[in-house]
């Protein structure tokens, strides 16, 4: 066999290993990615119910929060990055860190220091590989995010929020994620989690049911106290459910496009293996003929 | 009396544990036990933990336990929100 056979024989073979695994990859993100929908489409009531209270409580009563209340000066803002664990998953985390980017670029034209919360292996190697600091970070279950890792981060945020700026607190808080828009598209979208703005269009309550007046138990801003720590809470719960149904989309879509080019190359290099060997056994057949020739022209 | 039947739903963090009409909800706020019936005022409590109990129109009963939440009441509609929420 010649030489240039066997490297394209070689090369077939490696392309159709690489295929396999990426095919597997698609198929796991492909099955995975249902559960993840019906996920979030589960927390939906709750985030829901959740919403319409807080805008109950702040609508119809006249006290003044801390977590409600814009601040005179923000002289520090937090950034909460949602990427994934592992990679494989096409532009996903890197649209997110990149939209963190430009936030950033943002609030620093604003003359405001900012601080990073991770969550995700792939935004942690992408922050130490820059040599930059990052606040806390929160590795491993991206794919499947648990209710306990959202109340963590939740309170983890609510606690540098009530902190003092010169304390090492912040007095703004963003949230960059991938919104799940659909199977083909998810949006990398930010959103100001704190303070808080209650009133959000994809919220907002049927024009039908006008807000009732409240009656509170205890009092106001016992209840406030109480709900607004759990809002955000399923704010940041609800983002993680987004990015996680968008990682397995996004890697479904980034394997098959692998798969198909693994099948691309296998065509190309069969082509060109097939032509090589035609090459070989042509130059053996003139070589033969051309050897018989020499000695039946010798006998003569 | 119970001519309006509540609408009930009770939802915990990833999922609606139960929903569905009744007649008389009770509950565990955070200053005693609240019985609730159609027509009530709208209110907003925040529970402890403990039962939730969900009568039915035909009088059986749907309990479930709830931590961490809370009690919405308008126009007859009652949300309970809990971090944690399970049938019993």
Known sequence: MGAQLRVYRQKIKSAQTTKKITRAMELISASRI??????????????????????????????????????????????????????????????????????????????????????????????SFRRRVSERSWTGGTDQPQFDTAQEIGE????????????????????????????????????????????????????SAVLPLYEFEPEAETVLDALLPVYIESRIFNAMLQSAASEHASRQKAMKSASDNADKLIKDYTRLSNNARQTEITQQISEIVGGADALSSAKN | MASAP????????????????????????????????????????????????????????VVAEAADGFLSVENDTITIVARKAALV
């Not at chain 1, 659909?182 to 269009?201: F, H």
């Not at chain 2, 990833?14 to 005022?41: F, P």
């Open chain 2, 6 to 61: 509540l609408s009930v739903s009770v939802v915990s963090a990833d999922q609606q544990v139960w929903s569905g009409e009744a007649t008389m909800v009770v509950a565990r706020t955070v200053e005693g036990e609240i019985g609730i019936l159609a027509g009530h005022e709208p209110l907003l409590a925040i529970l402890s933990s403990g039962e939730v109990r969900v009568t039915l129109a035909d009088g059986t009963k």
């Open chain 1, 34 to 127: 249902q559960k993840a929908q019906a996920r979030v489409a589960a927390s939906t009531p709750y985030s829901r119910a959740i919403t319409r209270a807080v805008s109950a409580v702040a609508t119809y009563s006249n006290i003044e929060h801390v977590l409600t209340t814009e601040p005179e000066v923000i002289n520090r803002a937090a950034v909460v990055i949602f990427a994934s664990d592992r990679g494989l998953a096409g532009a996903f985390s890197s649209q997110v860190l990149r939209e963190a980017e430009q936030l950033t670029e943002l609030l620093r034209s604003q003359g405001k220091d900012v601080v990073y919360y991770l969550v995700g292996r792939k935004s942690l190697a992408y922050f």
């Open chain 1, 156 to 207: 983890a945020l609510l606690e540098a929020f009530l902190r003092e700026a010169d304390d090492g607190g912040v007095d703004e808080i963003h949230i960059v994620y991938n919104r799940f828009v659909s199977m083909v598209t998810q949006v990398p979208e930010v959103v100001r989690l704190l303070p808080l703005e209650v009133v959000e269009g994809e919220e907002a309550p049927e024009a």
